[in-house]
């Protein structure tokens, strides 16, 4: 069983709708990871968080220490959000991520 | 800036050739990590290194190989045991506060 699930594996909307995404962990997980990687492309760290909330322009995380689930908000959500969205978690004991299996996200203009 | 750079950005093999792909970052970070990245599957750990001379397997070591001879360099080689090697493959450093950074990627294909 993986220790961090992301929900969903497929999220189709259309521009300008508020986009929610969903990653679950399990204990010994100290900080988790929101990346981006668009088709074909590398990998691009939104945010790291290990407590509370973040805000970036569009793109909001928070996470939930008690409850260990975070997530992925975007808002006015634009066709170039397209892209696949990674959930990792960070085991402080070995400065390793555990990763999900993403999310790919669609925005239809 | 600082970053990680990896090359070639495509790279084909044939098969029973070993082949090394290339990861360099000027971050001044000292762990470095490969990763394999599979379609519908999330990124697994091949091997990382947390400083120089020093490397440990991940969770799927074997057909590759690793060397970290300098800080900002950390190259794979793809040997000939790796039954499966098509895929991508990313580079990334952190810090010890687990800030990480990815490199752009290396998709390798055996023809």
């Known amino acids: 069983k993986n220790e961090v699930e992301q929900s969903p594996q497929n999220l189709t909307a259309q521009e300008g709708e508020f986009i929610t995404i969903n990653c679950s962990y399990s204990v010994g997980i100290s900080a988790l990871h929101w990346l981006q990687q668009h088709p074909g492309g590398g990998i691009v760290s939104l945010f790291m968080?290990?407590?509370g909330k973040k805000k970036h322009g569009r793109l909001i995380a928070t996470i939930n220490i008690q409850e260990k689930h975070s997530s992925l908000h975007i808002t006015a959500s634009h066709p170039r959000d397209s892209a696949v969205y990674i959930c990792?978690?960070?085991?402080?004991?070995?400065?390793?991520?555990?990763f999900g299996t993403g999310t790919l996200l669609a925005v239809q203009p | 800036d600082g970053g990680i750079t990896q090359s070639p950005k495509y790279l084909f093999r044939k098969e029973g050739q070993n082949v090394t792909l290339s990861c360099e970052q000027n971050l001044n970070h000292d762990a470095m990590y490969w990763y394999r990245q599979d379609p519908g599957q999330g990124l697994r750990l091949i091997y990382y290194?947390?400083?120089?001379?020093?490397?440990q397997k991940g969770d799927i070591a074997e057909g590759y190989s690793v060397s970290r001879e300098k800080k900002e360099s950390f190259p794979l080689t793809v040997t000939s045991a790796q039954k499966n090697p098509t895929a991508f493959y990313l580079c990334a450093s952190s810090t010890y506060s687990g800030g990480y950074t990815f490199g752009s990627g290396t998709r390798l294909t055996v023809v």
């Open positions: 290194s947390q400083i120089v001379n020093d490397f």
């Open positions: 968080l290990s407590s």
């Open positions: 990792a978690g960070y085991g402080g004991a070995t400065n390793k991520l555990i």
